[in-house]
């Protein structure tokens, strides 16, 4: 079975809902048997590279909301990554474009990484002082902590088309699907759940997905020749 989960880095409920995923998945008791693809989603699509501004700002300026209303909110979202064991440091953070990682994570995958680059690039935008946004070499650095070489990083850090298409991809297929925000997971292109939902959510809709997996039908007229373990079949003259 597969999960694809749409999300982007600047997303703390992105955040906090791959948490929670994961804590489903570690119960499932078909685990072994799923796998998960991580797909790229923009908040800020087309945002210039060097476009920053701290969270609380950027919450004012787009939604309306005090200032207050804005520390509240990043107030409640601290609360709710601590309970799922996240570290989240609700002051002092920026938001910026997120464009540059998303290629990366697609170079990521390629490599076998791509879930180890995610979790650091989560973890160094929510809980750690340093910025993420329009520093290249912050970004090369997580990579390699992810095991990715750093030149090759580099590299595609600094050729903008570089994968570009794939993420532009995910994000057309994203709309495709009915998503207008994330996280957004897609289980056997068959059940989409929207947002950060509770560990029983996902838990159920796990069950749910895989028990109504559709049996492989098997089209065999009894008389074509095939390979199998004893070799291949030679027609005789």
């Known amino acids: 079975m597969r999960v694809e989960i749409w999300s982007d880095i600047a997303c703390p409920w992105c955040y906090v809902g791959k948490a929670r995923f994961e804590k489903a998945l570690r119960d499932f008791p078909h685990r072994d048997e799923v796998e998960v693809v991580h797909r790229s989603f923009e908040l800020d699509p087309g945002r210039a590279k060097d476009d920053i501004q701290p969270v609380i700002t950027m919450l004012t300026r787009k939604y309306g909301m005090s200032e207050a209303q804005a520390e509240a909110g990043e107030d ?34 390629e490599q076998g990484r791509q879930e180890r680059l ?83 959510v996902f838990a159920q809709a796990l069950a749910q997905a895989y028990g109504e997996r559709s049996p492989l039908t098997i089209v065999d007229s009894g008389d074509a020749e095939a390979c199998g373990p004893d070799g291949c079949a030679v027609p005789q003259r």
Request: aromatic fraction near 8%.
């Open 76 to 109: 409640n979202l601290g609360a709710q990554a601590a309970a799922e064991g996240l570290d989240y440091r609700t002051r002092g953070r920026d938001h910026g474009s997120t464009f540059d990682m998303h290629r990366l994570l697609h170079f990521a995958k």
């Open 118 to 200: 995610l979790d650091l690039l989560y973890r160094a935008n929510f809980a750690e002082e340093r910025s993420v946004f329009n520093d290249d070499e912050r970004l090369v650095e997580l990579a390699v902590a992810a095991g990715l070489d750093a030149e090759a990083a580099r590299a595609v850090l600094a050729d903008p088309g570089a994968y570009a298409d794939d993420v532009r991809a995910d994000e057309r297929e994203a709309a495709q699907l009915g998503a207008s925000g994330v996280p957004f997971f897609v289980l056997d292109r068959t059940y989409g759940v929207s947002g950060a939902q509770p560990v029983e």
